[in-house]
């Protein structure tokens, strides 16, 4: 009995005084507060219940070569925030660097970390950007300027050639160490005008130049003046279109002729594009005409000028021959073009004093070739011509034959 009971006080007595403490854990965590010449470094250790310290071991390469003092890790049996504060770095440089602890039982070493100490602050950085609201006499011209981490100022140089010759207002791009979008306006540009321009940024380390982007001002049409000759315009001839675009850099200006044919149910269609000449003009011919016609032009710019929409009236073709017959008399006839079935024709004879005295009227009729044809007849001789209304809902204007004169 007294032999148990001093086996179970030697169990109970023993594991907390005969079990050893093992070597402590280390485990290499990251950098912060990094500058040109610092960092801190960070990690964390377990003592694993015995006194221990750790260092972090650091250098330009995996042989490190450089250590931080030592630091007490306590002796607890959890882990516990290791930190060293690292001075004397070089600027822009990569480091190595592993987290050290050491007790009673070895030494544990953690894994290979690396960190880069911050560049030193160099000129800005400078990249042009588009231009925007582009209009016939101004833009916005935007850019990034990165600071670099001090004060910078920038602006734009603009101008018709990379000479530029003109600049905006000096403004604040702060001293960020990020790039930030930046903007200014320019106005006083010349219409249809192509434009040259780049950010440039300085700072006390320097100035940086964006590259050369250019851009056009706008054509400003404003207006387009237009007229017809011949209008009436005979029926399956042509008239031409004569026209003006006004306006500020309309020179080579797209002007665009578009026409809806009687009686006007379907939509307008395409007849033509032209440049227009330095001072704005042009002219198109149009044709053949076989009816009223509706015509209108625009400009194919971005700021659109229109013309109003005018009508080329069409007239019939009016043949007009004589011929002999008995009793001393002569006929007048001729076809008419095209066929105009409730047509009337008017006979006239020049006076005297050269006016057109109407004498007689008449109905036209059939003709083949969907054409229609007329007749009179005359005793006296004179100059003779034939006026034919086409009374055909306004598709057609009024034809008039050649003056024939008929003598004995």
Known sequence: MRVAMLVLALALVVPAAAV?????????????????????????????GSATTYR????TSTTYGLQSAEADAGSGTGAVDASANLSGLTTDTTYHYR???TNAAGTTRGTDHTVRTAAAPGPPGATTGSARN????????TASVDPNGRATTYHFEYGTTTGYGKRTAETSAGSGQSARSVSASIAGLTPNTRYHYRVVATNDAGVARGRDRNFTA??????ITVS?????APWSGSTTISGRVSGQGVGGTTVVLERQ?????????????????????????VGPLWALARLRLTTRTTIVAASPVFEVRNALRVGLRARRISGGRVRLQGAVSPAVPNGRATLQKRSPRGRWVPLRRAGVHPLAGARSRYRF??????TYRVVVLPRDAFAHVRGTSRALRVGR
């Open 218 to 223: 706008l054509r400003n049409p404003k207006a």
């Open 20 to 48: 050893a403490a093992g070597p402590p854990s280390a485990t290499t965590g990251a950098a912060k507060n990094v500058t040109q010449s610092a960092a801190t470094v960070t990690g964390t250790v377990d003592p694993q």
């Open 377 to 382: 007849t005359v005793r006296r001789r004179g």
């Open 99 to 101: 987290v050290v602890a």
């Open 261 to 285: 044919d009687f009686p006007f149910a379907g939509p307008y269609y395409l007849v033509a594009t032209k440049a227009a000449a330095s001072n704005g003009s042009f002219s198109f011919k």
């Open 56 to 59: 972090f071991e650091y250098g």
């Open 228 to 232: 017809a000759s011949p209008n009436p």
């Open 134 to 141: 582009i209009t016939p006499v101004a833009a916005r011209l």
